[in-house]
């Protein structure tokens, strides 16, 4: 993180945070479950020590956490957040494209309330094809907007999610992204 910009070149990507939002990465990831201590693998994620899943939800570590505030704080708007997380795309055999991965996705997406509101389409955005699916949910007297976005890279499928309380406000979350040419591993 610098500048106000999270960079992942392992993976290939930027993205831009608002001034005065709340990163709160590590305790997305801490206590998730029991894994054994970790090592630095592949992609810049933290490993299991035996080479399995990302530690989070058993086979996906959060990259990248935000919050427009506390997630406890409460106010009258949707509390605006950016979630990036990357899952082993190993955990889906036959996975070949982004856009199958909104098959997981939109399950959580429904377990949470919310509801789609198109079929994933594809775009290119810098150097990478992005899958794309955009869903809604009621909120009392309130919407809340929710557009994630899905790459493969390096053996991961890499979600993007960006919730905030109109389109507008979704989209200039999401125009905060850039892609460009993972940087290669180094040898050690």
């Not at 709160?24 to 933290?46: C, S, V, Y």
């Not at 982004?98 to 919310?114: D, H, N, T």
Request: glycine share 12%.
């Amino acid at each position: 993180m610098s500048n106000g910009v999270y960079r992942n070149p392992s993976l290939g990507f930027a993205c831009r945070i608002p001034a005065g939002w709340v990163r709160r990465t590590e305790e997305m990831n801490a206590g998730t479950d029991d894994a054994p201590p970790t090592k630095q693998g592949r992609a810049g994620l933290d490993r299991t020590a035996g080479g399995g899943c990302p530690r989070i939800g058993g086979c996906g570590r959060v990259l990248l956490a935000a919050f427009s505030r506390p997630p406890e704080a409460r106010g009258e708007d949707v509390n605006s957040s950016i979630l990036i997380a990357a899952e082993s795309a190993a955990q889906y055999p036959g996975l070949k494209d982004a856009a199958q991965y909104f098959g997981p996705v939109s399950e959580i997406a429904k377990a949470q309330g919310f509801a789609s509101d198109e079929e994933p389409y594809e775009f290119v955005l810098g150097t990478k094809t992005v899958a794309r699916r955009d869903f809604h949910k009621d909120v009392g007297t309130r919407v809340m907007r929710q557009s994630t976005l899905v790459i493969l890279a390096r053996g991961y499928a890499v979600s993007f999610t960006f919730i905030g309380g109109t389109e507008d406000e979704v989209e200039e979350l999401v125009q905060g992204m850039s892609f460009a040419t993972a940087a290669k591993p180094q040898n050690r």
